[in-house]
């Protein structure tokens, strides 16, 4: 399984930022599928997961700001990010939760300007 995300990128704050992440490869069950972020020197963290029963789940630094929609056929989740903020700026990973194993994709900078 391989996760290929793409879209980060430098924004001014307020601003907006699409992330995507596709899956490929041999994809049996899924409990969940997420973005995490890695701030400068900090550690990961969960910003929003959707459940395979399609429950999102966010943190409470990007509800009413982020949204996690997904569209089955492409094997692809997205992380639509609005009202960016400098704190939002960090590294920003997804993320396959199966029964067997847990994925990463590569990471994707976002950085958000002042």
């Known amino acids: 399984v391989q996760l290929q995300a793409s879209g980060g990128g430098l924004v001014q704050a307020g601003g907006s930022l699409r992330l995507s992440c596709t899956a490929s490869g041999s994809i049996f069950s899924i409990n969940a599928t997420g973005w995490y972020r890695q701030p400068p020197g900090a550690e990961r963290e969960l910003v929003a997961n959707?459940?395979?029963?399609?429950?999102?789940n966010y943190a409470d630094s990007v509800k009413g700001r982020f949204t996690i929609p997904r569209d089955n056929a492409k094997n692809t989740v997205y992380l639509l990010m609005s009202s960016l903020k400098p704190e939002d700026t960090a590294v920003y990973y997804c993320n396959l939760d199966t029964p067997f194993s847990i994925y990463w994709g590569q990471g994707t900078q976002v950085t958000v300007s002042s």
């Open positions: 959707i459940t395979s029963g399609g429950t999102a």
